[in-house]
């Protein structure tokens, strides 16, 4: 077991984890923050898509030993104040059909706009692909990801 110290959407946490535990396991099964989705168990899909200090990672593929000491924003914790500007957007242009992936394309794009406050079609569609969606045909998530980076730089 390993002890761990961690601020997930802005609380402490203090936990003891068997070493081999996944960061997206621990998320949802001891913190019971169940947005963060277990698509592939690869890093594959990007469903499990989280912030680590401020990137994006995909929490499958990292340890929540490794997280200690760090912070980590969940889909939770980006709507805790209202809905986030991306969330907004996908609601609004309808970027969601199942909605098994939307957490971590939220998570994703919010990290796009972050390093790319003013991203154009072609930079959307690059960054957004470690993450799969099998329902939308991707036109109206790249729509959105570029809406809510528009409505973020006004």
């Known amino acids: 077991m390993v002890a761990i110290a961690l601020n997930v959407n802005g609380k402490d946490i203090e936990a003891e984890v068997d070493g081999r535990t996944l960061l997206v396991d621990f998320l949802r099964e001891r913190l019971r923050l169940t947005g963060t989705h277990v698509g592939c168990d690869t890093a594959q899909c990007g469903a499990c898509v989280v912030h680590l200090d401020g990137r994006a990672v995909k929490s499958c593929n990292v340890l929540a030993a490794q997280a200690d000491g760090h912070s980590v924003l969940t889909i939770e914790?980006?709507?805790?104040?209202g809905l986030h500007p991306v969330q907004k957007a996908f609601s609004t242009h309808h970027g969601l059909q199942c909605g098994f992936c939307t957490p971590g394309m939220i998570m994703t794009a919010v990290d796009i706009i972050r390093r790319c406050p003013a991203p154009d079609e072609a930079t959307v569609r690059e960054e957004l692909e470690g993450n799969?969606?099998?329902?939308?045909g991707y036109e109206n998530i790249v729509t959105a990801v570029l809406a809510a980076a528009e409505e973020m730089r006004s």
Do not use: M
């Open 77 to 81: 914790g980006l709507g805790a104040g």
């Open 132 to 136: 799969l969606c099998r329902c939308t």
